[in-house]
């Protein structure tokens, strides 16, 4: 896919948005989402491609151990509470524009994914849009298993991306998880 | 620590409950030295907001001492006063640096922001003590709080001034006073009010400052009329009269300039729409009863304007929306952006120019937080607003 095709200059004309289930649909699983964020670009950019940050705000990507020239070591929480292993390589990296990964062979799932900026032609920050996806370990039930355990791409990439405008923002990723940040009462009634 | 918890409809109790702790660096821990109840309170009490959980601290209206801060905040420190706005916001997203925090984008955590982004189409702020939709963050109506974004959101307040003339800018006055200004008063304007609870009278004060030559307020207990009345409104009891035909009346015929829902979705009286509506409540058929909301729309002056503070969360059916477009009417709306209006509010309240404490009814200790919400919702002619105290 190229970085054209996620062009909104022309929306209609945007495979982004006219054949979005249908790209999403040449995958087990994957998703397409865009995010706009209020900080510059290159800011972006650098803290992702730093891949050893991918895990302050993807609760699915664990730990990322950079190997070197462009490949690296992901632990990945799968389904079932196993961890699944694969290792990335960057296929594609324009600086400040776009990154591209896929796994490789000899990885427990199979992985692709991209992460475009822009900036936002009205002075709105920049513009994120990023795709992923992934042949889930055991096909069709390893997609249910997947979307029980909320891992499912498009969940997945929903809130992923919900957390990095998060960080990149403010500083901090939004939480309420009881007892520490929300406390509750836990007797039932 | 003791707080007051949600366990189901009209099912509210103290229990002991964790301590909240700083989690990230731009939290603070508030003691909290007053808190209320809120009318939107009642909408939880009665079930009526979906995503609450068993074992939920509600309160969103509180204010106290800083009793610790995290790390990242520099502006907020150990024994300052502050009131906390009930909206919790980052102030740095698209939508709190355009000053409307109560859209901001990144106070809701991202597990919880999917329900309101199917629901309503876009993810909305985080609110305390207010259910999950609105992410969960635990209320206070509690000993302690625990406060995101510290050095946005709370504001601080000299000493020598007590927490009850100044609590209220939690809510309810920049809650009545965005409805205000949201129904676009110009000088001798005639404005109605529906709804003479705290947030309906926060609305005629703030009318009245805004330039209004006549505030009309409606409800049907005669003690908050008479506190309406007390702040300059003429009023009307809907038991008493048809409220379209006495607003057409008193207005010769135009219709008021503008119209104030500060009712929202639990409308009370007989009307055929509103009996309907109550079934369909009830029976989990339909989510809203709007018809106060109608009732603006269709009294309303024509090029008018309707404000609704009054709290919405699903649908509503019969909707007017002919009278919208031929009357050629303006809506406005939303979770108020407190934090916009603290800085002048609070001026207002030091120079003496507005009572913020007329309303309150009753003063219990949290222990008995129950008691009052079974009265502020059985009893609302007398219980007209209740302050917990929790220490």
Excluded at chain 1, 15 to 42: H, M, Q, W
Excluded at chain 1, 129 to 152: C, D, L, N
Excluded at chain 2, 135 to 152: I, M, T
Aim: a negative charge; charged letters at 25%.
């Amino acid at each position: 896919m190229s970085y054209s095709e996620v062009s909104t200059d022309a929306d209609v004309g945007s495979t982004a948005f006219v054949d979005k289930d249908r790209r999403e649909g040449e995958y087990e699983a994957s998703s397409l989402r865009a995010v706009l964020i209020n900080r510059p670009r290159d800011e972006l950019y650098a803290y992702w491609r730093d891949l050893t940050n991918l895990p302050t705000f993807s609760e699915t990507v664990k730990s990322v151990e950079v190997l070197g020239d462009g490949r690296s070591r992901w632990i990945v929480a799968g389904p079932g509470d196993k961890d699944v292993e694969l290792t990335s390589e960057i296929t594609e990296d324009v600086p400040g524009e776009r990154i591209a990964w896929t796994s490789s062979e000899g990885s427990d799932v199979d992985h692709e994914g991209w992460v475009a900026f822009r900036d936002n032609a009205f002075g709105r920050g920049t513009e994120v849009r990023v795709f992923i996806s992934y042949e889930p370990p055991a096909g069709i039930v390893g997609k249910v298993v997947a979307k029980v355990m909320q891992r499912e791409p498009r969940i997945q990439a929903r809130r992923e991306l919900r957390r990095f405008k998060q960080l990149m923002e403010t500083g901090e990723i939004s939480t309420s998880k009881a007892p520490d940040a929300a406390p509750r009462a836990s007797r039932h009634f | 620590m003791r707080a007051l918890t949600w366990h189901g409809k009209h099912n509210v109790q103290v229990d002991t409950v964790p301590d909240p702790q700083i989690v990230n660096p731009r939290d603070a821990i508030i003691k909290i030295t007053a808190t209320a109840i809120c009318g939107s309170d009642l909408h939880l009490y009665d079930s009526m907001i979906p995503g609450m959980s068993n074992g939920d601290i509600l309160g969103h209206e509180f204010m106290g001492e800083v009793v610790e801060v995290g790390r990242g905040n520099t502006s907020l420190k150990k024994g300052d006063r502050v009131v906390v706005p009930f909206v919790i916001a980052c102030g740095q997203c698209f939508f709190c640096e355009k000053s409307m925090p109560a859209a901001c984008d990144n106070s809701n955590p991202a597990d919880k922001a999917d329900a309101t982004e199917i629901a309503y189409g876009q993810s909305v702020a985080g609110l305390f003590g207010y259910s999950h939709l609105t992410g969960g963050f635990a209320g206070g109506q509690a000993e302690y709080a625990r406060v995101p974004y510290s050095d946005y959101g709370p504001i601080k307040i000299p000493d020598g001034i007590e927490d009850e003339k100044v609590l209220f800018l939690s809510d309810i006055f920049p809650t009545g006073w965005m409805a205000a200004e949201n129904a676009q008063i110009q000088p001798g304007d005639t404005v109605a009010i529906w709804g003479c609870g705290p947030v309906g009278l926060f609305a005629v004060k703030s009318a009245i400052l805004q330039g209004a030559g006549r505030v009309i307020a409606i409800d049907h207990h005669p003690n908050r009329l008479a506190l309406a009345k007390a702040n300059g409104a003429e009023v009307l009891n809907y038991h008493e009269v048809k409220v379209r035909e006495a607003l057409l009346e008193m207005t010769a015929g135009l219709g008021p300039d503008s119209c104030i829902d500060a009712v929202g979705m639990e409308s009370h009286g007989f009307s055929p729409d509103n009996i309907i509506d109550a079934v369909k409540q009830e029976t989990r058929l339909g989510t809203d009863r709007p018809h106060v909301l109608r009732e603006t729309i269709m009294a309303v002056r024509k090029g008018g304007t309707v404000s609704v503070p009054g709290v919405y969360g699903g649908f509503a059916d019969k909707f007017p929306v002919g009278a919208f477009m031929e009357k050629g009417l303006t809506l406005k709306t939303g979770q108020t952006h407190v934090q916009r209006y603290l800085p002048q509010l609070l001026q207002l309240i030091l120079e003496g120019g507005i009572d913020t404490t007329d309303l309150i009814s009753h003063r219990l200790p949290l222990e008995q937080a129950a008691e009052g919400y079974k009265n502020f919702k059985e009893n609302q002619n007398e219980w007209t607003k209740v302050i917990l105290k929790p220490h």
